[in-house]
């Protein structure tokens, strides 16, 4: 099974960028990237998800590495509302089943 | 809209205990449903999915089985409850790349 890993925690001041990276080593060509946040004791979240190309969309970015064995989100202005645990996750199987890595607790500070 | 519904919130029960726990989605048809399981302080474990009724395929050999009855609906069963099976349990729906998250059911096996 293809893994994901991620710092286990990232701090940010409030309204500055942050970036989340996460490794892919193992992923393989048609695998999807996907991203979601988790709020304590609610279900994660949708963020973004991509292949090849960068993707943007209202939430976040998504930069993927050429080589596709790494990624990283990216959080334009950090609010106290972004503090969560970030998973990165492959889709491995083509039928949409996700395998998440540990995640990153994002810290931020006022 | 769509919403997902898992139930009940939380859950205490004894060792060697059935499980029973249900989600329903409304608003949609024939999407793809998955549980995940969540241990305390670590990220998500896929446990099941289906693609449609009666289809259901495991990620993970365990005590645990699921059902698919309705289209709409997913069971996560166990017919004797192991202490490693308290967690945050987790049941999810996609129809194309994203996937919508419930509540969770928070269960504590004494």
């Known amino acids: 099974d293809a893994k994901t890993t991620q710092p286990n925690s990232m701090e940010s001041n409030e309204e500055e960028p942050v970036h989340l990276p996460c490794n892919h080593s193992t992923i393989s060509g048609t695998d999807y990237i996907h991203w979601y946040r988790q709020l304590p004791s609610q279900g994660p979240e949708y963020v973004i998800h991509g292949l090849t190309s960068n993707v943007n969309n209202r939430m976040a970015s998504l930069a993927i590495a050429e080589d596709r064995k790494s990624s990283t989100l990216i959080l334009h202005r950090a609010t106290l509302r972004d503090a969560a645990v970030y998973y990165c996750?492959?889709?491995?199987?083509?039928?949409?089943?996700?395998?998440f890595g540990t995640g990153t607790r994002l810290t931020v500070i006022p | 809209s769509q919403t997902i519904h898992q139930w009940p919130a939380t859950l205490v029960q004894p060792v060697g205990s059935p499980l029973s726990l249900e989600c329903t989605v409304e608003g949609t048809s024939n999407p793809n449903l998955y549980w995940y399981r969540q241990a305390a302080g670590r990220g998500l474990q896929l446990l099941f999915y289906?693609?449609?009724?009666?289809?259901i395929s495991s990620e993970v050999p365990q005590n645990l089985s699921a059902s698919r009855p309705q289209d709409r609906q997913f069971i996560l069963s166990s017919k004797k409850l192991l202490l490693s099976d308290s967690g945050f349990y987790l049941c999810?729906?996609?129809?194309?790349?994203?996937?919508?998250f419930g509540p969770g059911t928070r269960l504590t096996v004494t």
């Open positions: 996750a492959v889709d491995q199987t083509g039928a949409n089943n996700l395998f």
């Open positions: 289906s693609v449609g009724i009666g289809q």
């Open positions: 999810a729906w996609s129809e194309g790349r994203e996937q919508y």
